[in-house]
């Protein structure tokens, strides 16, 4: 019989291929996204991602593996204080 890991115990993992391919393993939520930016909630904190023409590939709730495709201009582990803020300016550009 073979054993079956645990929904939610994901290794994390960042894969960056030519600054246009990004996986990201370990993800729990994708908290926001649109075409310059994604907030996601990973196993070792929240991860914001830069750049321009972003766009969700795949997304792999089981294992917890997010593809996104763009030009990454950049990627930020953010602590907790400082996704409350940038979470703020995402909401703000968003409904402005």
Sequence with gaps: M???ETIGNYTHGISLV???????????????FDTEQFLLETSM??????GSE???????T???????????SGINYLDDNNKKSKENGIFNRLFK
């Design 2 to 4: 073979e054993k079956q």
């Design 18 to 32: 030519e600054r246009k391919n990004l996986v990201i393993t370990g993800v729990k939520k994708i908290e926001n």
């Design 45 to 50: 904190g929240f991860i914001l991602v830069k």
């Design 54 to 60: 972003l766009e969700l590939i795949k997304l792999d």
């Design 62 to 72: 089981l294992q917890g593996n997010v593809s996104i495709r763009g030009i990454i």
